[in-house]
């Protein structure tokens, strides 16, 4: 009896200590978790997933055989202000979000940070978050907090209500963390973000590479380039190997989309990517050649999304409904909803 007793009692020891260490794990895991929350609340790499699983491989592959990249991609020549940024432009849609930057830089040790610029969300793109989600990325990947960002973030607790930390210490904490590390942000669409608040970026960047030789900075914009050609044909392929349709598509209408479509509407990405959306709903081959031959006959981007709407609308029951419905929630939104949000709309 004794020893059943005192073997209970050492169960009950043990059990003690192991639910002090479980509570323990769980209290550092939540304070992580709202640390990271108070360096930012955006969420960019939700963004990046969404980018990864429509990104087809081998697309944007020209950008990093250029030897521009290469100059700036090689973290060796530390002390090189002027090859510490890349800027990369092009119209809306030509693809520059598509360019394989991270493929290139994951699985090599240094830490990629990335921000998608949306103008539909600009009102929540201040500096301050954006240089804060990037703080965030760099802070996520690492396996301790680093002591300095932890002191702020306990002492920011005292004040009431808590105290968001402000522009000049964001860029504190990521020069210090950035300092001996290799680190690449990569920012798309700079263009989109309000004029206020891209001098405050990019001045706090410049701020950022005095101190971290080892950074890169990536910047997409809208300027004057096309797509590269290739890059089309690829993606065109891409698309056709996955037509579910396969009796409404043969080897002559394929080879005429790819010959056609990159020499008549090469001029943006976007618009490639409605057009062959466009074919490929088509249920008859008739019907995709018809299509194809509309496309190819000077219709633009405005033509491609009235064609687009058309087709919601031609859908039966309530599914033309439900689509338009959900086009008028998309389109009057103050910021780009998540697929949750939508649903409960």
């Known amino acids: 009896m004794s020893q059943y007793t005192i073997n209970d009692s050492n169960n009950s020891f043990n059990n003690t200590n192991s639910f002090n260490n479980v509570w323990n794990n769980y209290t550092i895991v939540d304070d992580r978790s709202q640390l990271l929350s108070w360096l930012s609340s955006l969420e960019p790499r939700s963004r990046h997933r969404d980018v990864q699983e429509r990104r087809v491989d081998n697309v944007g592959e020209w950008v990093i055989q250029t030897e521009q990249f290469k100059s700036w991609y090689d973290c060796s020549g530390e002390g090189e202000g002027d090859k510490a940024v890349l800027l990369c432009y092009g119209d809306p849609g030509v693809g520059k979000t598509f360019i394989r930057l991270c493929d290139q830089t994951k699985g090599q040790g240094p830490t990629v940070t990335c921000f998608y610029f949306d103008f539909a969300a600009r009102k929540e793109h201040s500096a301050t978050s954006v240089l804060g989600s990037l703080l965030k990325q760099v802070v996520s990947g690492m396996e301790r907090i680093p002591e300095e960002i932890s002191r702020a973030f306990q002492e920011q607790k005292t004040a009431i209500g808590g105290k968001s930390p402000g522009l000049p210490e964001i860029v504190k904490m990521l020069q210090a963390v950035t300092s001996s590390q290799h680190t690449f942000m990569c920012i798309d669409a700079l263009d989109e973000c309000a004029a ?91 019907q995709r050649r018809e299509r194809l031959s509309k496309i190819t006959d000077g219709l633009g981007l405005g033509d491609a999304y009235e064609a687009t709407i058309e087709r919601i609308k031609a859908q039966g029951g309530n599914k033309s409904v439900l689509g338009m419905a959900a086009l008028m929630w998309i389109s009057h939104a103050e910021r780009p909803l998540q697929a949750g949000e939508l649903c409960q709309a």
């Open 196 to 286: 206020v608040h891209r001098i405050k970026i990019l001045d706090s960047l410049e701020q950022i590479l005095g101190k971290s030789p080892g950074t890169r900075v990536f910047i997409t914009g809208s300027v004057s380039i096309g797509p590269n050609k290739d890059d089309i044909i690829r993606y065109l392929r891409a698309r056709l190997s996955e037509d579910e349709t396969l009796d409404a598509m043969d080897e002559s209408l394929e080879a005429d989309i790819l010959e056609r479509i990159p020499g008549g509407i090469s001029e943006m990405f976007l618009l490639v990517s409605l057009n062959i959306e466009a074919i490929l709903q088509e249920p008859t081959i008739d």
